[in-house]
């Protein structure tokens, strides 16, 4: 069976006409009945019982219609999700990214993606910065998310967001948002930070703010994910610096007081492989220079 040859076979099935079959397939009424002749005599069964007034279906043709009918819808789906797929409008992409990233720039990522390409799908990871770029270059993930200033030549990057940091401190602090003047305030409380790599610049700059207040953070507490040291915080075990788009994160008891009055900001950066050829991540990147971040 040719796929021509059951259009042709559904469109009589239809009509149960073949000069008005033939007259919507634009074809001549005598080929039409040669090809539905030759898929009889291919299948050895009758499909029409015909005389001069009705054509009917054998129960047969029956079988055959509604068979045909459901292979040419799957056909049809098939060839445009294909089409889709080809165009980048239909797909997967892998993102990962650090904590604060869904409270600031993930939401309207995706939101814009799903207005301009639906069909689309995201798969999101919370991932730790230093494993990131390997990640992105074994091809683990599409996209990346990252504070951290970096160099390398299979990688492109593009800084998308700017934020202030905060200092965070439990509801019931003596410090508060009205009270606030500098981070000397806290030089005497136990801090919460991440862990300090190597060539760290994310958390030299935390420690640099309390330097230039006259002090050294007492770090009692490490962590890598903002979650944990909110919680632990929330707990009084401490005090924290983080970007100030973590306000936004829960209805922990919480204070989040703005830096405003220090120079340090925190930077987030989107990054992905410069040979990728995926369209799905072309068309992401497409949305991501729609979009504007607010902090």
């Known amino acids: 069976m040719e796929f021509r040859q059951l259009q042709n076979f559904l469109c009589v099935a239809s009509e149960l006409h073949f000069s008005k079959a033939a007259e919507k397939l634009f074809i001549a009424q005598p080929a039409l009945s040669r090809q539905i002749q030759q ?6 069964v009758l499909l029409f019982e015909r005389d001069k007034r009705n054509v009917k279906l054998t129960p047969a043709g029956e079988y055959l219609r509604d ?19 080809h165009k980048g409008e239909e797909g997967e992409i892998r993102l990962g990214y650090p904590g604060s990233a869904i409270y600031s720039v993930i939401p309207p990522l995706l939101s814009n993606l799903r207005l301009h390409y639906p069909h689309i799908k995201s798969k999101l990871s919370e991932v730790l910065e230093d494993d990131l770029f390997g990640n992105l270059k074994n091809y683990q993930l599409d996209v990346g998310f990252i504070r951290e200033p970096f160099s390398d030549k299979q990688i492109a990057s593009k800084v998308i967001f700017e934020e202030c940091f905060s200092l965070v401190v439990p509801d019931n602090h003596r410090i508060t948002p009205d009270n606030f003047v500098s981070l000397r305030q806290v030089k005497d409380e136990p801090f919460i930070l991440p862990p300090r790599y190597t060539g760290s610049v994310y958390y030299d700059m935390l420690v640099r703010m309390c330097e230039r207040e006259g002090f050294v953070p007492n ?10 040291i909110l919680r632990l915080v929330e707990h009084n075990l401490g005090v924290s610096l983080m970007p ?9 008891r919480l204070n989040f007081i ?7 900001r925190t930077h987030l950066s989107m990054a992905w492989r410069k040979d990728d050829t995926n369209p799905v991540l072309h068309n992401f990147l497409k949305v991501a220079d729609m979009v504007t971040f607010n902090p």
């Open 39 to 44: 898929l009889e005599e291919n299948l050895g």
């Open 219 to 228: 770090v009692v507490h490490e962590s890598n994910y903002g979650a944990t």
């Open 244 to 252: 100030i788009s973590y306000r936004f994160s829960s209805a922990m």
């Open 67 to 85: 068979e045909a009918s459901q292979i040419l819808s799957q056909l049809e789906n098939i060839s445009k999700r294909t089409q889709l797929i």
């Open 258 to 264: 703005e830096l405003t009055n220090i120079p340090e």
